[in-house]
Each structure stands twice: as structure tokens, then as C-alpha cells.
């Protein structure tokens, strides 16, 4: 158990004092989630601080906690997971390790104690009652409709996947040992208190987690209470943990995250072979062999002096082109993120309305789902690339939705229907598919397509996915 008393409340006064983080008491002004779009979703979850003023001041540097005194939106954040949920979502057949782990904090470590199988909410309730374990709910935006939309939209804002954990924690219990993670954290407040210590980061910007003992991380750098509306903000590696006090009978919190493995490094890794692949094609010192015996040598030092002299050729030819091609980072992404939470409004995947014709005004939707790629033709490529995007799968309390991809190739075969494979094009449509979507409302007539055959075809096309309405 963390220690607690007089001097631990008195350095946390002083911790907050030299932190200069925001602290709001923002009461009735204060407004909640705004569904809108991508960044008036965000601006709201951070709410009263300006997104600009966050990622010059904290993003990446260091903790941001917002105190919030306004009950509609303490009400609000409950209603995303509460304790009391569990009875009725173990009904529908959870599984341990799967969708939830019961843990607790003993003498710095973590001590798991899962069951086999699926979960029992007597049991479930037994663990939590007696032996002080930490609830943790994998993955609640399947059951949570609230959640799944804010994290669709987060998804939109930073374009990067968004996790998101709840943690129920009983009184006087701690669920993880200090420990830090390769992620960007946003903590809410749901139910309860929760003690939080923060420490200055071993790795900063960390790109794996890792558990820390308690005799190396040192005093806090920041230390406080969190209550019902709260929120705290923490860069990946600052290194954590947090308790249920004394006197408060359990805490629920959500733990949003967001930009694993999105480092320049890994985009770099990401890009870098396909740059190298098309430089290949044009500058000849790429294609020249590598001297005799080089992968058998142990000193490479004269060889090293040639590879970064091509690294400065990648480096010019990089700065001459305007197509970096992302591989395995946007097709994660893609296939990976949440779809648009519709709810009820299921006819929005259902073509309907008028068919798209040669005189029709067209309009895209789902603007923040559909994405523009260029592969190389993969039947004439030895390319082992996967097919971009595809299909979003089913989840439990919410349904599957779809996801659309408009891909592109090198080749000039036209198949805009096949759903596994996303909506392909040749890439002489490339300008008409930019046109609609970089523009609010465009004509058919007006696509930069050579016929209006080809206009018409590419509006249906979409129309059948439900990818444009017709105005």
C-alpha cells in the first residue's frame, strides 16, 4: 500500500503550487461534450483550455490536470461506465483476460487473480468486496455507446488509434505498481476519488511500458486527488501510479490513450523501404552491388561512409518528391479504428435518395472515414503489401459498421464494388476523387474525368457505398 499522512498532503500542496498546470473551477460555464466534429470534440474534453495552448504547453512536456466544479458534467462522465453496469454486461458473457483482469498492487508487484473462462459477477463482486482487487474493464466503448463516440472522434482529431480502459478500484486499494506507458494518456474521472502520484520520466517519450521500483523513482513531482469531472493529461513515460483513499468507497476512472508506436521513428521505418524502393528506379548508385564479403565482414567502417553518402541521395530525392507512401502504419490504422458511431440512423449505410447523374450535385460523407491511398498495381508488382482497409468488424452492444478505402493503383482495371479490398481505381481518377473530397458540394459534369461516362461511374460507385448523397 502507498504510504500516506501529514507530509505526504503537505508536499502534495507544494507539488501543486510549482506545477504549473491549469486549475480550473469552472462551473456553470463550462459545457459538455460537443459532438460536432473531431475538433470541437476534443476542445471540449479539455475544455476550458484552448487545444492551442495544450500542445504548445503540454503535449509531450508534461502533466495537465483540470479541476472541474460543474455537476452536469460529473453526471455526464458517470454515465460513460459506472460500477454498476457490471452486473448486466457480465450477463452478456465476458471472459477473463479478454474483456476484463482482476488485479491488485502487493508489495510493489502486480499480482493477477483471474479466474479461467467467463466471468461470474458473483465472483467478480467477491474479489472486488474482499480481497480489494482492481477491476479492469478491456475495451468498454463496445458496450458504451458515449465512449465509442468520443473515441471515433479522437481518432479523426489525431489521426492515430485511441484505446481506452476503466479501472474500478475499492477503498484503501491500489490496482498497478508504479509503472510507465508508451502511450499519450487522458485520465476521466467517473465515480469516486483516486490519489494520483506522477514522476519524472526515466525514458521520456517512452516506446514500451515497464514497471518501476519504488526506491528508484524518487518523490512525486505532482500529487493530487481526483474527483468525479476531472481530468488529468500525462505524456507517454511519466511514470505513475494511484490509490482509492481512505474513507471513499470505490473509484471508477476511464483511461483514454492515443499515439503508440506513431513516433517519427516508426514512420521513418514505415516509409523509408518504399522510398528506397522508387529511388532505386531512377539513381543508378542504389542499384550498384554491395562490395564482396560485406555481410560477412565485422568492421564495416569504410562501408558505412558509402551508406551515408546514399542516405544523403534518399535524403535529395525525398525533398523532390510529393508522394511518401506509408505502408504498414496507415493500413493499421485503417483497418484498425473505430467506424462512425451512426447509432439509430442505420440508413445512413443504405443507398437511397436519387441515383447520382451527369447534372447531379454530390456531396461526401463520412469525410473523416474515407481515405485516398496509391499502391503499386499488385498484379504486376512484387510488392507483398496487404490490400489497404476493408471492413469493420462487429462488436458487442453496438454492431459492425463498414469502412471504405479509395485505393488506387498503378494498373488501369477498374472493380469499385469488392468490399474486402476497398474501392479501387485506376489512378487516372486520382484528381476527381481529390475533388470531392477537398470540396463541400460538386458537380458530376465538373469531375476531372475524360468522359461522362467515367464522371457518372465513379458518382455511382460511391453512391452504392454510401460514400456521397446526392443534393
Given at each position: ?5 501529514g ?10 503550487a510549482?506545477?504549473k ?28 483550455i484552448?487545444?492551442?495552448?495544450f ?13 472541474r ?8 462522465y ?62 468498454p ?15 479523426c ?46 525514458v ?26 476531472d ?69 564495416i ?44 440512423d ?27 491511398t ?91 457505398e ?6
Amino acid at each position: 500500500m502507498p504510504k500516506k499522512g501529514g507530509k505526504r498532503a503537505e508536499m502534495g500542496k507544494e507539488m501543486q503550487a510549482q506545477c504549473k498546470r491549469a486549475k480550473v473551477e469552472a462551473a456553470c460555464s463550462l459545457s459538455i461534450m460537443n459532438f460536432e466534429n473531431p475538433d470541437s470534440l476534443f476542445g471540449s474534453l479539455i475544455s476550458p483550455i484552448k487545444p492551442e495552448v495544450f500542445f504548445r504547453e503540454y503535449w509531450e512536456q508534461k502533466p495537465l490536470l483540470v479541476r472541474r466544479n460543474d455537476p452536469l458534467l460529473a453526471a455526464y462522465y458517470q454515465s460513460l461506465f459506472q460500477l454498476s453496469d457490471l452486473k448486466e454486461l457480465c450477463s452478456l458473457g465476458l471472459y477473463y483476460g479478454r474483456d476484463i483482469n482482476i488485479c491488485r498492487c502487493v508489495n510493489g508487484k502486480k499480482k493477477v487473480l483471474n479466474k479461467e473462462g467467463k466471468v461470474n459477477y458473483m465472483q467478480l463482486k467477491k474479489d472486488f468486496d474482499q480481497k480489494k482487487a482492481t477491476i479492469q474493464f478491456h475495451q468498454p466503448q463496445r458496450f458504451k455507446e458515449e465512449l465509442w463516440k468520443i473515441q471515433e472522434k479522437l481518432e479523426c482529431y489525431f489521426g492515430s488509434l485511441v484505446g481506452s480502459n476503466v479501472y474500478i478500484t475499492p477503498q484503501e486499494s491500489q490496482g498497478l505498481p508504479p509503472h510507465y506507458d508508451d502511450v499519450e494518456v487522458f485520465i476521466l474521472q467517473l465515480e469516486g476519488e483516486k490519489h494520483w502520484r506522477l514522476y519524472k520520466p526515466m525514458v521520456p517519450l517512452a516506446r514500451e511500458y515497464n514497471v518501476e521500483s519504488e526506491d528508484r523513482i524518487g518523490n512525486p513531482t505532482h500529487e493530487f486527488i481526483l474527483k468525479p469531472g476531472d481530468l488529468l493529461y500525462f505524456p507517454r513515460g511519466t511514470i505513475h501510479q494511484a490509490d482509492t483513499p481512505l474513507g471513499i468507497s470505490y473509484s471508477t476512472h476511464v483511461t483514454i490513450s492515443t499515439y503508440q508506436n506513431n513516433s517519427w521513428g516508426d514512420f521513418l521505418l514505415d516509409t523509408v523501404p518504399g522510398l528506397v524502393f522508387e529511388t532505386a528506379k531512377e539513381d543508378v548508385a542504389l542499384r550498384a552491388s554491395i562490395p564482396r564479403q560485406l555481410l560477412m565482414q565485422v568492421d564495416i567502417a569504410d562501408s558505412t561512409k558509402k551508406l551515408s553518402s546514399l542516405l544523403r541521395r534518399l535524403a535529395d530525392h525525398l525533398e523532390n518528391t510529393s508522394d511518401l507512401r506509408s505502408s504498414d502504419m496507415k493500413k493499421d490504422f485503417i483497418m484498425n479504428r473505430l467506424p462512425p458511431c451512426l447509432g439509430c440512423d442505420s440508413d445512413a449505410l443504405t443507398p437511397g435518395g436519387k441515383l447520382p447523374k451527369i447534372d447531379s450535385k454530390i456531396r461526401l460523407q463520412f469525410r473523416d472515414h474515407a481515405v485516398i491511398t496509391v499502391e503499386p498495381d499488385q498484379e504486376n508488382s512484387v510488392s507483398r503489401m496487404k490490400p489497404s482497409l476493408y471492413v469493420w468488424g462487429g462488436s458487442v452492444g453496438v454492431g459492425g459498421r463498414r469502412v471504405w478505402t479509395l485505393h488506387l493503383t498503378e494498373g488501369n482495371f477498374f472493380s469499385p464494388l469488392q468490399q474486402t479490398h476497398g474501392l479501387r481505381f485506376p489512378l487516372s481518377y486520382l484528381d476527381a476523387l481529390k475533388q470531392i473530397w477537398s470540396s463541400s458540394i460538386v458537380n458530376v459534369k465538373e469531375l476531372n474525368l475524360t468522359s461522362d461516362e467515367e464522371k457518372e461511374n465513379l458518382a455511382l460507385s460511391l453512391w452504392t457505398e454510401c460514400l456521397i448523397e446526392v443534393i
